[in-house]
């Protein structure tokens, strides 16, 4: 089976403002399937459609504010739109958007991308060719876009900036919900995100429809 061709731009991206980020965690999940995650590297840019997100609002238990503010999850009680970045696994970076007022901890985690710009370079930083798993699935998305701890608490919407969230290249198809991926704590709520159908979105097939 032939893997499916990258998107290609259709217009111009722009830099999303925090004003147009919606103010509710589960709304930004939903909000940022099809748009667009861009990080201008030295050699060039790397950019990628937004197929898969989960909400980790205010007060959930699966959540990494859910203990209190820390040294290690203080960005995810920034404003919303900026970065939090954390270790975890022991093995890889994931990448979240802080998605509430300041000093409530609440975030998304971006779980997949379907890559536009500068693929080449993200198969490098991958160290892999194969196209549908250079960024699904949140600890590869990170790696494929070269983000680590440098860019814990950047400003996503800042009119600068390597890192930014920009407006969508194409409108989004049917968006799909589920239960998150991964979690033991508040496993049952529904606030995973995905573009149905989309072969980049991360899990078994079954959990693309």
Known sequence: MREPMPSKQTRRVRRLRRAELPADT???????????????????????????????????????AFSGLSAANRSLFLERGHAY???T????WLFNVASDAPGLGAGVL?????????????????????????????????????????????????????????TAVRPAGRIGTSTRIGISRAAHRKLRFYERGNPFVSGPARMRR
């Open 26 to 64: 589960v709304k930004l999940a939903r909000y940022l399937i099809g748009k667009t995650l861009v990080h201008d590297l030295p050699r060039g840019r790397v950019s990628g459609r937004i197929v898969e997100t989960e909400a980790y609002p205010v007060g959930d238990a699966a959540g990494h």
């Open 110 to 166: 971006i779980r997949a991308l379907e890559p536009l710009d500068g693929i080449a370079q993200m198969q490098r930083l991958r160290g892999t060719a194969r196209l549908l798993d250079l960024a699904r699935g949140p600890g590869r998305l990170a790696a494929a876009m070269g983000v680590d701890k440098r860019f814990d608490g950047v400003d996503l919407c800042a009119g600068r900036g390597a890192l930014w969230l920009g």
């Open 89 to 92: 696994y022991g093995s890889c």
């Open 85 to 87: 970045v954390r270790f």
